[in-house]
């Protein structure tokens, strides 16, 4: 009883939430919002479920907006997120995989992405959440280079612009490179995308990207492989964001000298090869 009360409770407010984002949304029109409101009312079918298991500034919402342009796709962006949908503390796996479906906007495919502190904050992890989706197609999502990372991850702190989304890009301070924080931040990073990996690379279609293979073209990317990717018909691809700070690495930092060190300790690439 106790179960049914909570997944209705998140169902309503999930629901509600959702309207809420459609109606904030101005990048759509108004017969296309208004559908999307009715699919709340009226919703179709159990859709496809993709989700992305992605690290902070890997490029996650680019890849949900370039995935939402594809014909039939719509994007949840941060389902199990607990700040955007804190009304009801996620007691487990179950209970984060029941919000994910129950927020889908129920097109064909709907694509979620997921960080792993939005699982720490429903007592849960990768391997647990992916038994309780046994339905979805999972992408794990990555960046190359752990210093541009940390680096874009320091900015973004400091600047409180997590998303630039207007013809201009915002100038971004300049960040201090803390050499024992980056070690730091690469173990966390290695650790939280093994343990994604281990969990999820013996799904169906499971797939890894890397945040480099799209960054400088988004557009192209998609277009040619995104539709496979999602197991989608192709379309053309369009995405609003701007990239948010062009300045090469050593242009972002305070120290620049500091790459050096980096360089020499080898923790600025992530090793993708192995595994």
């Known amino acids: 009883m106790e179960h049914q009360r909570r997944r209705l409770w998140r169902r309503y407010h999930g629901r509600r939430a959702a309207a809420q984002a459609v109606v904030r949304n101005q990048n759509i029109s108004t017969s296309e919002r208004s559908k999307r409101l009715m699919r709340l009312v009226n919703p179709w079918a159990r859709p496809r479920a993709v989700v992305i298991a992605a690290?902070?500034?890997?490029?996650?919402?680019?890849?949900?907006?370039l995935a939402e342009s594809l014909p039939g796709?719509?994007?949840?962006?941060?389902?199990?997120n607990p700040i955007a949908y804190g009304w009801m503390k996620l007691a487990d796996a179950t209970e984060a995989a029941d919000l994910t479906r129950d927020l889908s906007l129920q097109a064909p495919t709907t694509v979620t992405k997921v960080f792993r502190s939005h699982l720490k904050a429903a007592n849960t992890d990768w391997a647990a959440y992916a038994e309780e989706l046994p339905e979805a197609r999972w992408i794990q999502l990555y960046r190359h280079d752990i210093a541009a990372q940390f680096v874009s991850l320091r900015q973004a702190q400091v600047s409180n612009q997590w998303l630039e989304t207007s013809g201009e890009t915002k100038p971004r301070p300049t960040?201090?490179?803390?050499?024992?924080?980056?070690?730091?931040?690469?173990d966390e990073i290695v650790r939280d995308d093994r343990a994604a990996f281990d969990a999820l690379s013996g799904t169906i279609g499971f797939r890894r990207i890397r945040y480099e293979d799209?960054?400088?073209?988004?557009?192209?990317?998609?277009?040619?492989?995104?539709?496979?990717?999602?197991?989608?018909s192709s379309g053309s691809v369009s995405h609003n964001l701007k990239r948010q700070d062009h300045r090469d690495l050593s242009q972002r930092l305070s120290n620049p000298e500091s790459l050096a060190e980096v360089e020499a300790l080898n923790l600025r690439w992530h090793p993708a090869g192995s595994w």
């Open 175 to 186: 960040v201090e490179l803390n050499v024992d924080q980056l070690r730091d931040y690469y």
């Open 73 to 80: 796709v719509e994007t949840t962006y941060e389902a199990i």
């Open 55 to 65: 690290g902070m500034r890997t490029g996650s919402t680019i890849l949900c907006e």
């Open 214 to 232: 799209f960054s400088e073209d988004p557009t192209a990317w998609a277009e040619q492989n995104l539709p496979d990717i999602l197991g989608v």
